[in-house]
């Protein structure tokens, strides 16, 4: 899994957007515009809001856990389930279970990318309200952003993130439940997260006709899709994995090149942030 690594990944550089702030304060007189100052130190906020995340990702991942532990925790003669000490029944705690894992899913995209948006989207797109950053319409879909950025976003990961994304939409707006079709097989604690016939070709139909930019092929995992048909836990795991390194490489991308620039700029007046040395 990789929760721990993106973890690392923005307490990391939320250090190095703190480094930039403890080095322009350490500066009596800066050559700088005072404008380019006032900026450089929001990087500090831009620090906070990217670990308050961690404790998102450790709420998502305890989501996970539970949808692990849920099928041998229901009775098989009932297909019952203690769920905060009321016993509901299986189907009704697996659409919870999941709801709550794909929510928790998506609220770590989404509140990460805002965080530092301004690095990687001009300030209006960065700040909008009506159409807020997205990380598979807005970076892996659009061209609004950097090409690279954009382009290995969208060729590594693109088609388990619109996978996930379409999943998510479906459960949380919809219930899992397409025309009185449900998205699962079956009911029982027996069926357990096999999807249905139905449900897959809505999976596919939506990302099809709303997401066509994305190719099966845009993925580094090797398997051929589909993926794990019969247990949507493993499928989305999958997924999320290869959402959480993409997440990775943009944080790691973006405030790298924001404190390289910072770097850069600071230069002139002190050499703590040191850019990095070129060999001959």
Not at 96 to 111: K, M, N, R
Not at 150 to 175: C, E, M, Q, T
Request: net charge negative; hydrophobic share 40%.
């Amino acid at each position: 899994m990789t929760a721990e690594k993106l973890k690392e990944r923005l307490e990391e550089s939320a250090s190095k957007l703190r480094l930039v702030v403890n080095t322009l304060d350490s500066i009596s007189s800066s050559s700088l515009h005072t404008d380019c100052i006032d900026e450089m130190r929001k990087f500090d906020t831009m620090a906070q809001n990217l670990v308050s995340v961690c404790g998102l990702i450790d709420a998502r991942e305890y989501a996970r856990q539970m949808l692990q532990e849920l099928p041998s925790i229901t009775d098989s003669t009932t297909n019952l389930v203690d769920y905060h000490r009321i016993q509901i029944p299986f189907n009704a705690a697996r659409l919870l279970g999941f709801q709550s894992y794909l929510s928790t899913t998506w609220a770590v995209c989404d509140s990460i990318i805002p965080a530092i948006s301004v690095l990687f989207f001009n300030y209006s797109d960065a700040k909008s309200r009506s159409s807020p950053p997205n990380l598979l319409n807005k970076l892996v879909k659009s061209n609004s952003i950097a090409y690279y950025n954009s382009f290995f976003l969208l060729k590594s990961y693109g088609w388990p993130i619109a996978v996930s994304y379409v999943i998510r939409n479906h459960f949380v707006h919809d219930g899992a439940s397409n025309c009185g079709c449900d998205f699962f097989f079956g009911k029982e604690k027996v069926d357990e997260y096999k999807t249905s016939l139905k449900g897959w070709k809505f999976l596919e139909d939506q990302i099809n006709q709303n997401h066509n930019q994305v190719k099966r092929e845009y993925t580094r995992l090797t398997d051929t899709w589909p993926w794990h048909q019969d247990n949507l836990l493993r499928l989305l795991e999958i997924c999320n994995d290869e959402m959480d390194e993409a997440l990775i490489c943009l944080v790691g991308w973006s405030v790298g090149m924001a404190t390289l620039q910072a770097s850069y700029l600071l230069e002139r007046d002190f050499s703590l942030i040191s850019p990095p040395s070129t060999s001959s």
